[in-house]
């Protein structure tokens, strides 16, 4: 099956901006969903399909898929926004399964 | 108020069976595709199953296939895992999410808080 690749940890400083990635294997990553995940809670939906921010997420957060890779961007990334956020995608080989990312641990110095 | 409520977790020996369900409400339950995504704490999310609104479109990870069994009663507004052969590797916090569409995705916009399952003799 296919596999979501992050990195383990990212950090941002207060304010700026960073980009999450979730790269795919060889083949394209569609149908890519994100997601935000705090100590002790379930993950909460942020961004999905093309251009969806769910409501009552910040339009700080948005995405874009180029190839292989999808990306979270973060624009003037807050304090509450430090948690773990993962990917999920199609998986490209064995499709209709979905497939989650690893997970990246975001630090907001 | 979109709400999920998982039950039916708990201890289990090897090789048992556990069933679990989800209650769904604030929402048209039957209108929406849900799964199930488990989490070994301190770990990440793996996709468990998927069922669409009507039962049509079911689907497993490779993991689970032929071991749990995903189903829904939409009269009920319940969603349910039954778990046969339970393993080792299959403790874990078991999530009830809900699908953003009728037809499974990607899209979960709506968790429960889940309910652990441990696998222990």
């Known amino acids: 099956s296919s596999e979501l690749t992050q990195d383990p940890a990212v950090s941002v400083a207060l304010g700026q901006t960073v980009r999450i990635t979730c790269q795919g294997d060889?083949?394209?990553?569609?149908?890519t969903s994100w997601y935000q995940q705090k100590p002790g809670h379930a993950p909460v939906l942020v961004f999905y399909?093309?251009?969806y921010r769910p409501s009552g997420i910040p339009d700080r957060f948005s995405a874009s898929t180029s190839g292989n890779t999808a990306s979270l961007t973060i624009t003037g990334a807050q304090a509450e926004d430090e948690a773990d956020y993962y990917c999920?995608?199609?998986?490209?080989?064995?499709?209709?399964?979905?497939?989650f990312g690893g997970g990246t641990k975001l630090t907001v110095l | 108020e979109v709400q999920l409520v998982e039950s039916g977790g708990g201890l289990v020996q090897p090789g048992k069976s556990l069933r679990l369900s989800c209650v769904a409400s604030?929402?048209?339950?039957?209108?929406?595709?849900m799964h199930w995504v488990r989490q070994v704490p301190g770990k990440g999310l793996e996709w468990v199953s998927h069922?669409?609104?009507?039962?049509?479109?079911?689907d497993y990870a490779d993991s689970v296939k032929g071991r749990f069994t995903i189903s829904r009663d939409n009269a009920k507004s319940s969603l349910y895992l039954q778990m046969n052969s339970l393993r080792a590797e299959d403790m874990a916090l078991y999530y009830c999410?809900?699908?953003?569409?009728?037809?499974?995705?990607?899209?979960?916009?709506?968790w429960g808080q889940g309910t652990l399952v441990t696998v222990s003799s």
């Open positions: 604030g929402f048209t339950f039957d209108d929406y595709a």
């Open positions: 999920n995608s199609r998986d490209s080989s064995r499709n209709p399964h979905v497939v």
């Open positions: 399909g093309e251009n």
């Open positions: 069922i669409s609104w009507n039962s049509g479109n079911i």
């Open positions: 999410a809900k699908d953003a569409a009728a037809a499974p995705g990607t899209a979960l916009d709506y």
């Open positions: 060889s083949r394209r990553v569609y149908y």
